[in-house]
């Protein structure tokens, strides 16, 4: 009863996966929430399952959404291309209102388990332009969480907690690799493959590359 819960946000990637590792070792049980919201690279989804195995979360949950219903992204509309070069302002892999439901639906489960902490692994340095990643929405939705929850009411509190909020891609990898995360299982890719192979020309493949190098650690990606 007295154990300290975390709901982590876990997507099958890099940062997410080295979320729930810096979790467990700041003592949290981990629970990880997964989205099958209609992406056009599910394969993130077998990754999230195995990271969660790898990493000894307790439960991992995979949550239906129909995303794909609204459209309006490169992730959730096969109609529109993943970019392959770099762009300018806000891309068009952005999934309008992602972050803002899939935090919500954390917050349910947390407020479910008695869990006070919600993790996600937002990155304001590498972050490629999404409005739903920066700082002041994390500090925005945490007010409301506290206000429109049961537990928040009571004066059970809720953090939102972004702990790679301020880390370069490459700091993450190496943070992860100290507290044992296998980055084999982890999927970047916003168009890979079923098996899980990585294009090596989006935007998130892109990133991830440059980290590794950056970091002077192997990359362990599968590329097609």
């Avoid at 949950?61 to 970019?83: C, F, H, Q, R, Y």
């Avoid at 309008?96 to 407020?111: D, Q, S």
Wanted: proline share 4%; with cysteine.
């Amino acid at each position: 009863m007295n154990e300290k819960k975390a709901v982590i946000l876990l997507s099958g990637g890099l940062d997410s996966a080295t979320v729930v590792a810096l979790a467990r070792a700041q003592g949290y049980a981990c629970y990880s929430m997964s989205f099958d919201y209609g992406q056009r690279h599910r394969a993130e989804l077998k990754a999230a399952e195995r990271v969660a195995r790898q990493l000894g979360v307790i439960e991992h949950k995979v949550v239906g959404l129909n995303l794909n219903g609204i459209g309006g992204s490169a992730l959730t509309d096969e109609s529109i291309a993943v970019p392959e070069s770099p762009t300018e302002g806000i891309p068009v892999t952005y999934v309008p209102a992602r972050n803002t439901v899939f935090l919500a639906l954390a917050l349910g489960w947390a407020e479910v388990l008695g869990a006070r902490d919600i993790f996600i692994g937002v990155n304001a340095v590498d972050y490629s332009g999404y409005p739903d990643c920066r700082p002041e929405f994390i500090e925005a939705f945490e007010r409301m969480a506290n206000l429109a929850t049961k537990a928040g009411v009571e004066g059970q509190g809720f953090r939102i907690q972004a702990p790679l909020q301020n880390l370069s891609k490459a700091d993450i990898i190496q943070a992860g690799v100290r507290h044992g995360v296998d980055y084999a299982l982890t999927v970047s890719c916003y168009q890979a493959d079923e098996a899980g192979n990585a294009c090596g020309k989006c935007d998130s493949c892109r990133l991830r590359a440059a980290g590794f190098s950056a970091a002077g650690v192997a990359d362990p990606t599968r590329y097609r």
